[in-house]
């Protein structure tokens, strides 16, 4: 069992690292979107693409962190929070349009997520 504060702490780790990976990802689409015809070679030319590698770089470290402390099944679980943000940041920026059914399954996420974190 975790206590009080390791479990904050320990979330907060997992929560940033989450964080990074969904930035890392909207960088990459970023690049791609600036550049929708270049090779993937001349992506690498393109400083998203270089900056999103150095986040994802950084939330490898948050993770490495929270696994040395926390029991997997408990941060694994919290780790599916990227997949709201990329949502919502996609839906903002990107301009694309999100389903209410996928919507549904976000807030789906979330609920189980509220879940996880309690244990």
Known sequence: MLRQGNRRLLLGGVISSASLNATGQ???KAARAAHPDASLLTLFTQPEVWVGLAVYGLSS???LWVLARAPLSFAYPILSLTFPIVVGV???FF???ILPLRWMGVMIIMFGVSLLART
Do not use: D, P, Y
């Open 61 to 63: 470290v948050c993770w």
């Open 90 to 92: 996609s839906a903002i």
């Open 26 to 28: 909207i960088l990459f």
């Open 95 to 97: 301009a694309e349009l």
